[in-house]
């Protein structure tokens, strides 16, 4: 997401919210080793398995996605845990390098000045 500009820097937000372990957020990361999804990963790759006779370590992510027989579970992996959903907004304080979430305002909500 930090290549993306939507974050001030690459680490999981989804298992590492404090930047305490240093993971960072990559697709290789979100589909086989991020903690938070380890359930819903557990699923996505039993039914790959499945459907192409390969297990989690003979994939690379890349070709995960492009593989048409991993679509049903890639896409039921990326519903249930909203991976790749646009990440929170983050305020960052350049003088001290603080971090804080914005929330985004609904649709009808007017901004207090």
Known sequence: MKSAENRPDDHCW??????????CQTRDHLFKHCYKWKDQQAVMWAR???????????WRVGDLLADER???AVLDFLRSTHVGRAAPLVEVNWDSE??????EMGDGEEQAE
């Open 14 to 23: 989804w298992c590492d919210p404090e930047n305490i372990s240093g993971a």
């Open 48 to 58: 790959v398995q499945e459907a192409t006779k390969r297990g989690k370590q003979k």
């Open 70 to 72: 991993c679509n049903p």
């Open 98 to 103: 603080e971090e804080t979430e914005v929330e």
